[in-house]
C-alpha cells in the first residue's frame, strides 16, 4: 500500500541522516599519537584532530558546505586540507595547527587549481601536490626549512593527461606518481623521479595494464614501493625497484578477487590487505617474511579505509547496514575486535540480500536488493551507484532505508564499469559510456518485474553523480519502462561538461572517452542525456549543486531548458555548494523532495488508489 511521506522532524527514515558516523581516520606516520578524523558530528562532515590516547576530537574545519578531504602532516603537527569557494573544489591547499587556528595558504603565489592529491614523505622534508588547472596537471615539490617554514613550490613536471596521487619514499629521495600521459586511457603507468634533480628515473607501464600507488617502504633507504597491477584481470599487489626496474609480484595463491594493499606496517613487516569480490570484502595481513596471509576477523559489511598501528592493530572504518561507519581496531594476534570512535545509535534498519541475474548478452550482474515490509509487488527504486568507478557494496544506507519505510522495494545494480568484478567488467564500458550500463539497468528492470518484486508501472529510477547520468541517460534512450527518475548532481550534456568543469574531471573525461570532446564527438553525443531528450516521457526531479565542478550547472540548465521546450516535466532542485554534500539537512531535505516527487507521481497515476499515513494528517509537499 501506498504510504504518504512522513515529514515529521524526528521521523525514523531522518534520524538515520542524522546518526553520527565516522567517514575515516589518519594517523600521523611518525606521530601515531595524533590522528585525524572526518565525522558529521556537528550535523556537517568536517576535520577534526584526534588526540589517540583519550578519543578527543578538536574540531579543525567548519565549512558549512563541509571539508570531507584532508590530510595530517607526518610529525602530525599540521593538518591539510583544499580551501575552495562553496565546495567548488577549486582553490589553494592550506594548513592548520593540530591544535587549531588560522588556515595558512602553502601555495600563495600559485593560481587557482584543482587537486584531490598530496602527500609527506615519513621523515616530514617534503611536501608534494598535483595542481590542476587550464594547463594540465602540475607535479609541485615543496620542502620544510627551518622554523616550520614551507619553501615556495618547485615545479618538478606537468602533463596534460591525468594524474593521481604522490608517493615519496621515506626519505624523500624519489617521489612517484600515476598518469595516463603514455595510455590516454583509463589505464595508469607509474613515473618516478629524483626530487633533487628532477631526473626522471624510471616508468612502470606494461601494454594496457593499469597500476595503482600503494606506498614506498616505511623503511628509510629501503626504495621499493607497493603498487598493484591488473595485469591478471584482477588487481594484484607487486613491489618495484625505480632505480633498477625490478618487479616482483607478490605470490597469493588463495585471493580470487580484487586486491587492495591498503597499509605497509612501520617495522616493513606486513602488508595490509583488503579483498573485493562480488561487492563483498575481507581483510587479511601478509608477511613479507613467510609470504603467508593470516585472515582478519570476518565481518558482514564495508570496509572503509585502514591502517597498522605502533601497537600490532588494524584500524578500520566499517558499517554495516544496521551500522553507520565507525573506527574499530582489529587485533592480529588474537584476531579480537575493539571498538575505537563508535558510530550513533540509529533506528532499526531491513537487511539487504545479494541477489544474480543476467544481462541480455548473457553477462552475470550483481545487485543488492532490499524489501519493505508487506506482499509483493512493490513500487520499486532502481539504484546506480557514482563513480563508474566504484561499486554498491552492503552499508548503511539512510536513502535506502527512506524507501523501505515507505513501502518501495529498493534495488542497487553494480552495472558494467563497477569495480571488484575484474579488469574486463569495469573497462566494458570504456570509450562508450552510457551503453552496457542502461542495458544493465534496464535488464534490472525486466528482472524485478519477472520476479514479482516491482509493480511494472511504479518503477522509479535513481541515483547521483554518474548514477545520476545514468538515470536520465537511460530515461532517455528506454523511456517506456519508468514512472519517473531522480537524479542528484548528474551529468545531461558531456560537451558542455568538458568546457566547464575542473580541469582535474577533465582528465577523467578524457581518459574514458579516449579522447575529448573534439576528438570523439560520436562517443560523446551517444553518451549525452541531452541527445535523447526528446524520447523521456516520465517525470524527472534533479537536484544539483550551484557551485559543483565537476558535474558543472549550465550543462543541466540547458537540459531542463530543452526538456521543457518540447513540453516534458522536470523540476530542477539547486542547492548552494558543490558535488558533495557533506550536511546531513540538507540530505534530509534532498530526501524528503524525493519521496513527495515519487508519492505525487504514483498518485497521479492512480488517484483513486488506497494510501496509508506515516506521518500524520500532513500533505506531502515538495521543499528545498
Known amino acids: 500500500m501506498l504510504k504518504q511521506p512522513d515529514l515529521n522532524h524526528d521521523a525514523l527514515w531522518k534520524q538515520r541522516f542524522r546518526a553520527h558516523k565516522v567517514l575515516w581516520a589518519q594517523l600521523a606516520v611518525a606521530a601515531p599519537q595524533r590522528g585525524l578524523v572526518c565525522t558529521n558530528a556537528s550535523g556537517v562532515n568536517q576535520l577534526y584532530a584526534w588526540e589517540v590516547a583519550t578519543n578527543q576530537l578538536t574540531p579543525l574545519t567548519t565549512h558549512p558546505e563541509g571539508k570531507s578531504r584532508g590530510w595530517i602532516a607526518a610529525d602530525g603537527r599540521y593538518v591539510y586540507y583544499l580551501e575552495d569557494q562553496q565546495g567548488n573544489e577549486r582553490g589553494h591547499y ?104 628532477g631526473t626522471l628515473i624510471n616508468e612502470l607501464h606494461e601494454n594496457d595494464t593499469s597500476f595503482s600507488l600503494v606506498c614506498f617502504s616505511p623503511q628509510v633507504g629501503d626504495q621499493r614501493l607497493l603498487a598493484t597491477s591488473d595485469h591478471s584481470g584482477f588487481n594484484r599487489p607487486l613491489l618495484w625497484q625505480p632505480r633498477n626496474g625490478e618487479s616482483v609480484a607478490l605470490p597469493l595463491a588463495t585471493v580470487q578477487g580484487e586486491l587492495d594493499v591498503w597499509d605497509w606496517s612501520a617495522d616493513g613487516a606486513q602488508l595490509l590487505l583488503c579483498e573485493a569480490r562480488q561487492a563483498c570484502y575481507r581483510l587479511s595481513t601478509y608477511s613479507l617474511a613467510t609470504l603467508q596471509e593470516q585472515p582478519l576477523p570476518l565481518l558482514q559489511g564495508t570496509f572503509g579505509s585502514g591502517q597498522f598501528t605502533a601497537s600490532g592493530e588494524v584500524l578500520v572504518t566499517f558499517s554495516s547496514t544496521e551500522q553507520p561507519l565507525h573506527l574499530i581496531a582489529l587485533n592480529t594476534a588474537t584476531k579480537e575486535t575493539r571498538m575505537v570512535l563508535s558510530a550513533g545509535v540509529a533506528p532499526p534498519t531491513r537487511p539487504w540480500q545479494s541477489v544474480t541475474f543476467s544481462a541480455f548478452d548473457g553477462v552475470a550482474l550483481q545487485a543488492w536488493l532490499a524489501l519493505p515490509e508487506g506482499e509483493a509487488p512493490f513500487p520499486t527504486i532502481l539504484h546506480a551507484h557514482g563513480g563508474p568507478t566504484s561499486v554498491t557494496t552492503a552499508a548503511f544506507a539512510p536513502s535506502c532505508q527512506a524507501w523501505l519505510d515507505h513501502g518501495f522495494a529498493w534495488l542497487s545494480v553494480n552495472y558494467r564499469g563497477s569495480t571488484t568484478f575484474g579488469r574486463d567488467f569495469e573497462r566494458a564500458i570504456w570509450g562508450q559510456l552510457g551503453n552496457l550500463e542502461v542495458e544493465d539497468l534496464v535488464a534490472a528492470q525486466h528482472w524485478l518485474v519477472e520476479q514479482g518484486i516491482a509493480q511494472a508501472e511504479a518503477i522509479f529510477l535513481t541515483g547521483g553523480s554518474y548514477g545520476g547520468y545514468l538515470t536520465l541517460q537511460t530515461l532517455g534512450k528506454a523511456p517506456a519502462l519508468w514512472a519517473g527518475g531522480m537524479a542528484d548532481v548528474a551529468i545531461a550534456d558531456w560537451f558542455l561538461m568538458y568546457e566547464d568543469q575542473a580541469e582535474t574531471m577533465r582528465g577523467v573525461q578524457r581518459s574514458l572517452f579516449g579522447g575529448t570532446p573534439e576528438e570523439k564527438p560520436a562517443a560523446h553525443r551517444a553518451a549525452s542525456p541531452l541527445t535523447y531528450a526528446d524520447q523521456v516521457t516520465a517525470p524527472i526531479l534533479v537536484i544539483q549543486g550551484r557551485h559543483d565542478t565537476r558535474c558543472p550547472a549550465r550543462q543541466m540548465q540547458v537540459y531542463e531548458a530543452k526538456l521543457r521546450s518540447l513540453g516534458k516535466t522536470i523540476n530542477v532542485h539547486w542547492f548552494d555548494a558543490g558535488h558533495v554534500m557533506g550536511n546531513d539537512e540538507q540530505s534530509i531535505r534532498d530526501q524528503e523532495t524525493k519521496l513527495c516527487f515519487a508519492y505525487q507521481v504514483l498518485q497521479q497515476q492512480s488517484p483513486s488508489s488506497p494510501t496509508s499515513s506515516s506521518g500524520g494528517d500532513q500533505e506531502p509537499t515538495s521543499q528545498q
Open 94 to 197: 592550506v594548513r592548520v595547527p593540530f591544535e587549531g587556528g588560522a588556515p595558512q595558504d602553502i601555495t600563495p603565489a600559485l593560481p587557482t587549481y584543482a587537486s584531490t592529491s598530496l602527500s609527506e614523505n615519513r621523515t616530514g622534508t617534503l611536501l608534494g601536490l598535483i595542481a590542476a588547472d587550464e594547463t594540465g596537471f602540475q607535479l609541485y615539490l615543496l620542502e620544510q626549512l627551518e622554523n616550520d617554514v614551507l619553501s615556495s613550490p618547485r615545479l618538478l613536471w606537468r602533463s596534460p593527461a591525468l594524474c593521481s596521487g604522490v608517493t615519496f619514499s621515506a626519505d624523500g629521495a624519489i617521489v612517484v606518481v600515476a598518469t595516463t600521459a603514455r595510455t590516454g586511457s583509463r589505464a595508469f603507468s607509474l613515473m618516478a623521479w629524483e626530487t633533487a634533480s
